[in-house]
């Protein structure tokens, strides 16, 4: 990456109008020179933007003050913007904003894509719950905007009765960042959530599917899930287990014909589901969830209909590893991976074939077991499947 040590000025010019006084609204206007895109976090509310040129204008509301915009590029390290509880009068407020030049060079360094992930007790640079070290998690900053495109990303760590699932959380987070500043997709599109409950597994596929409804067949929906699932002992039916539940009352878990069912009666263009996860009973360690099973059970996993894709991790009785070196699951490591290595720009096709070849070939070496990621695809979609891109 070409670091370049440099002074940037963002004069923050903070305007209140009386349409946004009524609607306890501030506008905030960022002013000043701009050589690339720029990714801005507003608070910790999750919310994000991408600032293409400046000025810029962004609204928040009343009751978010007080608030820190932060700033993010791959050339340039960018002061953060406190905006105070009342930071308006009659003649406004001016901030200036610049690089710390002093740190830029080591922090520059610091986040920097690297082949190899540097020891757990070196590790101190985290971004926003991201740890920048492992080279994975660094999106590149491609300045698309896809207004049409969702995603719905939902990590299921920590369980309350079986064992925890390690790293979802990272996973989810980091392909947070990729939905936004590599493929495009504007903040308030990409919805993470995380350790949820059937019901609110339920509501935040409805929540999302609500808002894409409103763009009649146009929205474009990525949905990834990392977590366990479970099959039923009995039907051998596949199921997300929610994080409160042990999976031996299936009643209580989310079952993969109703989750595809509910996203094949939508009206979107496309739907991509990617489940890192795997439905034998198994955890990423490879041992059961329940003990009492003793061996794993080869799932009947639903077919998806309509114009549902689904990418898998596994096949059959298989278990859904961890890359213990990467901090993510196998499947998603290599995932993020496609995305960053091609900024994005990969079709479907690619990432299925190059996420394939690699799972396969790093589990057999890291854990002497076999994990084959699957792809299925509906009848009637044929090769069509093979040109889906995600950065339009």
């Not at 700033?71 to 009342?86: C, E, G, H, L, Q």
């Not at 997300?240 to 939508?266: E, M, N, Q």
């Not at 396969?360 to 044929?382: C, F, I, W, Y």
């Amino acid at each position: 990456m070409n670091c370049r040590i440099a002074i940037a000025i963002i004069v923050a010019m903070f305007c209140v109008s009386i349409a946004a006084e009524a609607a306890k609204t501030e506008k905030i206007r960022l002013t000043g020179s701009l050589r690339e895109p720029i990714m801005m976090t507003v608070g910790t509310t999750g919310r994000t933007e991408v600032i293409q040129a400046l000025p810029y204008t962004l609204e928040v509301r009343k009751d978010e003050l007080p608030v820190t915009l932060s700033f993010k590029s791959d050339n340039y390290m960018y002061y953060d913007i406190n905006v105070p509880k009342k930071p308006f009068d009659d003649a406004g407020h001016v901030y200036l904003v610049k690089i710390d030049e002093s740190g830029m060079n080591m922090m520059a360094v610091a986040a920097a894509s690297r082949p190899v992930a540097p020891p757990a007790e070196s590790r101190q640079t985290v971004v926003k719950g991201i740890d920048v070290t492992y080279g994975v998690n660094n999106a590149p900053l491609t300045g698309r905007r896809n207004d049409k495109s969702f995603a719905l990303i939902i990590a299921n760590e920590e369980y309350e009765y079986v064992s925890n699932v390690d790293n979802a959380s990272n996973d989810g987070l980091a392909l947070k960042e990729y939905c936004i500043k590599t493929l495009g997709m504007p903040g308030e599109n990409v919805r993470y959530v995380s350790n949820l409950t059937y019901g609110k597994m339920r509501k935040a596929l409805n929540d999302v599917l609500s808002v894409t409804e409103l763009l009649d067949g146009e929205a474009r929906l990525l949905v990834y899930y990392a977590g366990h699932g479970i099959p039923d002992n009995k039907t051998k039916g596949a199921y997300l287990l929610p994080v409160d539940a042990d999976g031996k009352d299936t009643d209580i878990c989310f079952p993969l014909d109703d989750f595809y069912g509910r996203l094949s009666s939508a009206r979107l263009s496309q739907c991509v589901v990617m489940l890192d996860a795997c439905f034998s009973g198994a955890s990423r360690d490879g041992d059961m969830l329940i003990a009492a099973r003793g061996v794993k059970i080869k799932p009947k996993e639903a077919e998806p209909t309509g114009n549902i894709v689904v990418f898998s991790a596994t096949a059959g009785d298989e278990a859904a590893y961890s890359h213990p070196h990467e901090g993510h699951g196998l499947f998603t490591y290599y995932l993020l991976k496609k995305l960053q290595d091609s900024k994005g720009k990969a079709t479907l096709g690619d990432i299925s074939e190059y996420v394939k070849e690699n799972v396969a070939l790093q589990s057999r070496k890291l854990n002497g077991q076999a994990q084959t990621p699957t792809l299925r695809v509906p009848a009637g979609l044929d090769n069509e499947w093979k040109s889906i891109k995600f950065d339009r």
